[in-house]
Protein backbone atom coordinates (compact mmCIF):
# COMPACT_ATOMS: atom_id res chain seq x y z
CA UNK A 1 0.00 0.00 0.00
CA UNK A 2 0.95 3.19 0.62
CA UNK A 3 2.91 2.47 3.32
CA UNK A 4 6.85 3.23 3.64
CA UNK A 5 8.43 0.45 4.19
CA UNK A 6 11.09 0.56 6.21
CA UNK A 7 13.13 -1.15 4.40
CA UNK A 8 13.15 -1.30 0.10
CA UNK A 9 13.29 -3.41 -1.56
CA UNK A 10 10.55 -5.66 -3.42
CA UNK A 11 10.64 -9.10 -0.87
CA UNK A 12 7.35 -10.88 -1.89
CA UNK A 13 4.07 -9.91 -0.21
CA UNK A 14 3.13 -13.50 0.14
CA UNK A 15 2.26 -13.46 4.00
CA UNK A 16 -1.67 -12.43 3.06
CA UNK A 17 -2.39 -14.60 0.59
CA UNK A 18 -1.26 -17.35 3.11
CA UNK A 19 -3.18 -16.06 6.07
CA UNK A 20 -6.25 -16.24 3.63
CA UNK A 21 -5.79 -19.22 2.18
CA UNK A 22 -5.76 -21.03 5.62
CA UNK A 23 -8.59 -19.09 6.65
CA UNK A 24 -10.38 -20.69 3.79
CA UNK A 25 -9.22 -24.18 4.37
CA UNK A 26 -9.85 -23.84 8.12
CA UNK A 27 -13.80 -23.34 7.09
CA UNK A 28 -13.67 -26.39 4.38
CA UNK A 29 -12.20 -28.74 7.30
CA UNK A 30 -15.16 -27.42 9.97
CA UNK A 31 -17.59 -28.22 6.84
CA UNK A 32 -16.49 -31.50 6.46
CA UNK A 33 -15.30 -32.51 10.38
CA UNK A 34 -18.57 -31.09 11.69
CA UNK A 35 -21.83 -29.89 9.39
CA UNK A 36 -21.66 -27.99 6.93
CA UNK A 37 -25.39 -26.45 7.20
CA UNK A 38 -23.33 -24.95 10.50
CA UNK A 39 -21.59 -23.32 8.38
CA UNK A 40 -23.69 -21.97 5.20
CA UNK A 41 -27.12 -21.52 8.00
CA UNK A 42 -25.19 -19.11 10.24
CA UNK A 43 -25.33 -15.82 9.56
CA UNK A 44 -22.75 -14.49 11.13
CA UNK A 45 -20.33 -16.75 9.96
CA UNK A 46 -21.14 -15.85 6.26
CA UNK A 47 -20.66 -12.39 6.99
CA UNK A 48 -17.20 -13.03 8.94
CA UNK A 49 -16.37 -14.98 5.56
CA UNK A 50 -17.57 -11.56 3.14
CA UNK A 51 -16.11 -9.09 5.33
CA UNK A 52 -12.78 -11.28 5.46
CA UNK A 53 -12.90 -11.63 2.03
CA UNK A 54 -14.02 -8.32 1.34
CA UNK A 55 -10.66 -7.17 3.17
CA UNK A 56 -8.45 -9.62 1.79
CA UNK A 57 -9.48 -8.30 -2.23
CA UNK A 58 -8.78 -4.80 -1.28
CA UNK A 59 -5.37 -5.31 0.51
CA UNK A 60 -4.51 -7.28 -3.21
CA UNK A 61 -5.83 -4.43 -5.36
CA UNK A 62 -3.53 -1.94 -2.86
CA UNK A 63 -0.61 -4.38 -3.17
CA UNK A 64 -1.13 -3.92 -6.99
CA UNK A 65 -2.14 -0.15 -8.02
CA UNK A 66 -1.78 1.60 -4.47
CA UNK A 67 -5.27 2.70 -4.63
CA UNK A 68 -6.25 5.99 -2.74
CA UNK A 69 -6.83 6.05 1.38
CA UNK A 70 -10.57 7.09 0.46
CA UNK A 71 -11.39 3.88 -1.30
CA UNK A 72 -9.55 1.81 1.25
CA UNK A 73 -11.78 3.53 4.02
CA UNK A 74 -14.52 3.02 1.89
CA UNK A 75 -13.83 -0.77 2.28
CA UNK A 76 -13.33 -0.86 5.70
CA UNK A 77 -16.86 0.93 6.86
CA UNK A 78 -18.37 -1.67 4.15
CA UNK A 79 -16.76 -4.38 6.23
CA UNK A 80 -18.12 -3.11 9.49
CA UNK A 81 -21.38 -2.51 7.91
CA UNK A 82 -21.52 -6.16 6.46
CA UNK A 83 -20.55 -7.31 10.12
CA UNK A 84 -23.32 -5.41 11.65
CA UNK A 85 -26.22 -6.46 9.17
CA UNK A 86 -25.11 -10.18 9.59
CA UNK A 87 -25.40 -9.64 13.25
CA UNK A 88 -22.07 -8.82 15.23
CA UNK A 89 -21.52 -5.98 16.86
CA UNK A 90 -20.87 -4.22 19.96
CA UNK A 91 -23.10 -4.11 22.19
CA UNK A 92 -22.25 -1.12 24.67
CA UNK A 93 -25.72 0.78 25.46
CA UNK A 94 -29.30 -0.30 24.58
CA UNK A 95 -29.15 2.63 21.66
CA UNK A 96 -28.80 0.71 18.35
CA UNK A 97 -27.12 3.35 16.36
CA UNK A 98 -24.11 4.08 18.84
CA UNK A 99 -23.22 -0.15 19.02
CA UNK A 100 -23.43 0.29 15.26
CA UNK A 101 -21.50 3.57 15.40
CA UNK A 102 -18.55 1.88 17.71
CA UNK A 103 -18.92 -1.10 15.79
CA UNK A 104 -17.82 0.96 12.02
CA UNK A 105 -15.35 3.01 14.45
CA UNK A 106 -13.45 -0.22 15.54
CA UNK A 107 -13.85 -2.50 12.76
CA UNK A 108 -12.32 0.56 10.45
CA UNK A 109 -9.57 1.24 13.25
CA UNK A 110 -8.34 -1.80 13.99
CA UNK A 111 -8.04 -2.48 9.85
CA UNK A 112 -6.13 1.02 9.70
CA UNK A 113 -3.87 0.22 12.89
CA UNK A 114 -2.97 -3.33 11.75
CA UNK A 115 -2.06 -1.81 8.55
CA UNK A 116 -0.27 1.48 9.84
CA UNK A 117 1.98 -0.91 12.81
CA UNK A 118 2.85 -2.90 9.67
CA UNK A 119 6.49 -0.92 9.22
CA UNK A 120 8.84 -3.16 10.80
CA UNK A 121 9.68 -6.88 10.74
CA UNK A 122 7.43 -9.39 12.51
CA UNK A 123 5.68 -6.41 14.95
CA UNK A 124 2.25 -6.76 13.24
CA UNK A 125 2.72 -10.91 12.93
CA UNK A 126 3.84 -11.03 16.76
CA UNK A 127 1.31 -8.72 17.95
CA UNK A 128 -1.74 -10.60 15.75
CA UNK A 129 -0.64 -14.07 17.18
CA UNK A 130 -0.62 -12.79 20.66
CA UNK A 131 -4.14 -11.34 19.93
CA UNK A 132 -5.25 -14.71 19.01
CA UNK A 133 -4.08 -16.51 22.15
CA UNK A 134 -5.80 -13.99 24.05
CA UNK A 135 -8.92 -15.24 22.02
CA UNK A 136 -8.34 -18.79 22.59
CA UNK A 137 -8.24 -18.46 26.36
CA UNK A 138 -11.71 -17.17 26.36
CA UNK A 139 -12.52 -19.80 24.17
CA UNK A 140 -10.86 -22.58 26.64
CA UNK A 141 -12.56 -21.36 29.83
CA UNK A 142 -15.46 -20.68 27.73
CA UNK A 143 -15.27 -24.57 26.90
CA UNK A 144 -16.38 -23.97 23.41
CA UNK A 145 -13.22 -25.37 21.66
CA UNK A 146 -15.68 -27.24 18.73
CA UNK A 147 -16.75 -23.42 17.34
CA UNK A 148 -15.66 -22.67 14.27
CA UNK A 149 -13.96 -19.65 15.36
CA UNK A 150 -11.68 -21.54 17.51
CA UNK A 151 -10.65 -23.54 14.51
CA UNK A 152 -10.34 -20.38 12.50
CA UNK A 153 -8.02 -19.29 15.23
CA UNK A 154 -6.20 -21.95 14.77
CA UNK A 155 -5.94 -22.31 11.24
CA UNK A 156 -4.41 -18.24 10.98
CA UNK A 157 -2.27 -18.98 13.99
CA UNK A 158 -0.56 -21.31 12.32
CA UNK A 159 -0.45 -19.34 9.36
CA UNK A 160 0.97 -16.86 10.96
CA UNK A 161 3.59 -19.08 13.12
CA UNK A 162 4.89 -19.90 9.61
CA UNK A 163 4.89 -16.43 8.44
CA UNK A 164 6.95 -15.53 11.69
CA UNK A 165 9.67 -17.42 10.62
CA UNK A 166 10.28 -15.72 6.81
CA UNK A 167 9.50 -12.56 8.79
CA UNK A 168 12.01 -12.00 11.37
CA UNK A 169 14.49 -9.51 10.97
CA UNK A 170 15.84 -9.62 8.25
CA UNK A 171 12.79 -10.84 6.73
CA UNK A 172 12.38 -12.53 3.65
CA UNK A 173 8.67 -12.04 3.14
CA UNK A 174 6.34 -9.33 4.08
CA UNK A 175 2.31 -9.84 4.42
CA UNK A 176 1.95 -6.95 2.15
CA UNK A 177 -1.48 -5.00 2.96
CA UNK A 178 -3.37 -8.13 1.99
CA UNK A 179 -1.94 -9.39 4.94
CA UNK A 180 -2.90 -6.47 7.55
CA UNK A 181 -6.30 -5.76 5.92
CA UNK A 182 -7.09 -9.69 6.17
CA UNK A 183 -5.39 -9.69 10.06
CA UNK A 184 -7.08 -6.28 10.65
CA UNK A 185 -10.87 -7.11 10.14
CA UNK A 186 -10.46 -11.03 11.24
CA UNK A 187 -9.01 -9.57 14.37
CA UNK A 188 -11.46 -6.98 14.51
CA UNK A 189 -14.32 -9.64 14.47
CA UNK A 190 -12.44 -11.33 17.12
CA UNK A 191 -12.09 -8.43 19.09
CA UNK A 192 -15.61 -7.98 18.98
CA UNK A 193 -17.00 -11.55 19.72
CA UNK A 194 -14.66 -12.22 22.98
CA UNK A 195 -13.63 -9.38 24.43
CA UNK A 196 -16.16 -6.67 23.44
CA UNK A 197 -19.11 -8.63 23.65
CA UNK A 198 -17.96 -11.48 26.45
CA UNK A 199 -21.02 -12.85 28.70
CA UNK A 200 -20.65 -15.61 30.51
CA UNK A 201 -22.42 -18.49 29.97
CA UNK A 202 -25.12 -17.37 33.23
CA UNK A 203 -26.06 -14.00 31.64
CA UNK A 204 -26.41 -14.63 27.70
CA UNK A 205 -28.16 -12.46 26.18
CA UNK A 206 -31.28 -12.43 23.80
CA UNK A 207 -30.73 -12.16 20.34
CA UNK A 208 -33.69 -9.94 19.87
CA UNK A 209 -32.18 -7.00 21.61
CA UNK A 210 -34.57 -7.10 24.74
CA UNK A 211 -32.15 -8.25 27.21
CA UNK A 212 -29.82 -5.33 25.97
CA UNK A 213 -30.78 -2.96 28.59
CA UNK A 214 -29.40 -5.78 31.31
CA UNK A 215 -26.03 -4.79 30.55
CA UNK A 216 -24.25 -2.83 33.51
CA UNK A 217 -22.40 -0.39 33.00
CA UNK A 218 -19.65 -2.25 35.12
CA UNK A 219 -19.79 -5.79 32.68
CA UNK A 220 -19.51 -2.44 29.53
CA UNK A 221 -16.00 -1.74 31.45
CA UNK A 222 -14.73 -4.70 31.97
CA UNK A 223 -15.17 -5.91 27.82
CA UNK A 224 -13.76 -2.22 27.13
CA UNK A 225 -10.82 -2.91 29.11
CA UNK A 226 -10.24 -6.80 28.01
CA UNK A 227 -10.81 -4.70 24.01
CA UNK A 228 -8.35 -2.00 25.31
CA UNK A 229 -5.64 -4.20 26.34
CA UNK A 230 -5.53 -6.77 24.18
CA UNK A 231 -5.55 -4.43 21.24
CA UNK A 232 -3.21 -1.90 22.76
CA UNK A 233 -0.02 -2.26 20.85
CA UNK A 234 -2.17 -1.40 17.50
CA UNK A 235 -4.37 1.37 19.11
CA UNK A 236 -1.03 3.41 21.04
CA UNK A 237 0.66 3.14 18.07
CA UNK A 238 -2.20 4.32 15.56
CA UNK A 239 -3.04 6.79 17.80
CA UNK A 240 0.11 8.32 18.71
CA UNK A 241 1.13 8.23 15.02
CA UNK A 242 -2.41 10.12 14.31
CA UNK A 243 -2.13 12.56 17.13
CA UNK A 244 2.14 13.67 16.30
CA UNK A 245 0.78 14.04 12.25
CA UNK A 246 -2.34 16.35 12.64
CA UNK A 247 0.20 17.93 15.62
CA UNK A 248 2.79 18.17 12.55
CA UNK A 249 -0.11 19.05 9.91
CA UNK A 250 0.93 16.20 7.89
CA UNK A 251 -1.44 13.39 6.70
CA UNK A 252 -1.97 10.58 9.03
CA UNK A 253 -2.79 8.24 5.93
CA UNK A 254 0.52 8.54 4.12
CA UNK A 255 3.33 5.99 5.47
CA UNK A 256 5.86 7.51 7.12
CA UNK A 257 8.94 6.50 9.55
CA UNK A 258 7.58 8.12 12.54
CA UNK A 259 5.52 5.09 14.34
CA UNK A 260 6.46 3.95 17.94
CA UNK A 261 8.69 0.90 16.62
CA UNK A 262 11.18 3.90 14.61
CA UNK A 263 11.52 5.96 17.77
CA UNK A 264 12.80 3.06 19.29
CA UNK A 265 14.98 2.68 16.86
CA UNK A 266 16.08 6.14 17.07
CA UNK A 267 16.78 5.66 20.48
CA UNK A 268 19.13 2.41 19.68
CA UNK A 269 17.37 -0.30 19.87
CA UNK A 270 18.11 -3.09 17.69
CA UNK A 271 15.42 -4.80 14.78
CA UNK A 272 15.50 -7.87 17.12
CA UNK A 273 14.52 -6.06 20.26
CA UNK A 274 11.68 -4.05 19.00
CA UNK A 275 9.97 -7.13 18.28
CA UNK A 276 10.99 -8.68 21.32
CA UNK A 277 10.28 -5.92 23.31
CA UNK A 278 6.59 -5.39 21.29
CA UNK A 279 6.63 -9.85 21.52
CA UNK A 280 7.17 -9.29 25.66
CA UNK A 281 4.23 -6.53 26.36
CA UNK A 282 1.67 -9.25 23.56
CA UNK A 283 2.84 -11.56 26.10
CA UNK A 284 0.70 -9.50 28.73
CA UNK A 285 -3.05 -9.95 26.79
CA UNK A 286 -3.26 -13.66 27.51
CA UNK A 287 -2.28 -13.40 30.80
CA UNK A 288 -4.50 -10.70 31.70
CA UNK A 289 -7.20 -12.25 30.06
CA UNK A 290 -7.19 -15.16 32.25
CA UNK A 291 -7.08 -13.05 35.15
CA UNK A 292 -9.63 -11.04 34.94
CA UNK A 293 -12.17 -13.85 33.18
CA UNK A 294 -10.98 -16.51 35.45
CA UNK A 295 -9.41 -15.26 38.68
CA UNK A 296 -11.23 -12.38 39.32
CA UNK A 297 -14.78 -13.15 40.70
CA UNK A 298 -16.46 -9.80 41.17
CA UNK A 299 -15.42 -7.16 38.94
CA UNK A 300 -15.19 -3.95 40.22
CA UNK A 301 -14.12 -0.25 39.23
CA UNK A 302 -11.45 -0.76 41.20
CA UNK A 303 -10.30 -3.64 38.81
CA UNK A 304 -10.93 -1.43 36.30
CA UNK A 305 -8.85 1.49 37.23
CA UNK A 306 -6.03 -1.24 38.06
CA UNK A 307 -5.98 -2.28 34.35
CA UNK A 308 -6.72 0.83 32.57
CA UNK A 309 -4.02 1.96 34.83
CA UNK A 310 -1.62 -0.54 32.74
CA UNK A 311 -3.12 0.46 29.52
CA UNK A 312 -2.27 4.19 30.26
CA UNK A 313 1.06 3.00 31.28
CA UNK A 314 2.00 1.80 27.80
CA UNK A 315 0.49 3.99 26.05
CA UNK A 316 2.13 6.75 27.92
CA UNK A 317 5.60 5.07 27.41
CA UNK A 318 5.47 4.68 23.79
CA UNK A 319 4.05 7.70 23.50
CA UNK A 320 6.83 9.29 25.00
CA UNK A 321 9.19 7.82 23.07
CA UNK A 322 8.28 10.00 19.99
CA UNK A 323 8.54 12.67 21.93
CA UNK A 324 12.00 11.73 22.91
CA UNK A 325 14.44 15.12 21.40
CA UNK A 326 17.29 13.30 19.69
CA UNK A 327 15.30 11.27 17.67
CA UNK A 328 15.10 14.04 14.98
CA UNK A 329 18.88 14.15 14.33
CA UNK A 330 18.65 10.47 13.81
CA UNK A 331 15.85 10.02 11.90
CA UNK A 332 17.78 12.87 9.07
CA UNK A 333 20.20 9.87 8.94
CA UNK A 334 17.94 7.32 8.11
CA UNK A 335 16.00 8.82 4.90
Request: hydrophobic residues 50%; aromatic residues 14%.
Amino acid sequence: GDMVRWESGSKPALGGISFYILFLLSIIAYSIVFDHNQVLLNTKLLGLIMAVTLAFLMGLADDAYNTVPLLKISIQICCGIILIYTGTYITVSSSMPLNYLVTIVWIAGIMNAMNLIDNMDAISTIVSIFIILAAMIVIYLQQDITSIYFLLLIGVLSALLGFLYFNWHPSKMYMGDTGSQFLGVFLGIIGIVYFWNYYPQESVLTSTGEGLQTISLLTTAKNATLALIVFVIPITDTTTVIVNRIGKGTSPFIGGKDHTTHHLFYMGLSHKKIALLFMLISSFSPLFVYIINALIDTWTFFHFGLFIIYFLTIFGALFYTTRVPNSESSQEKLS
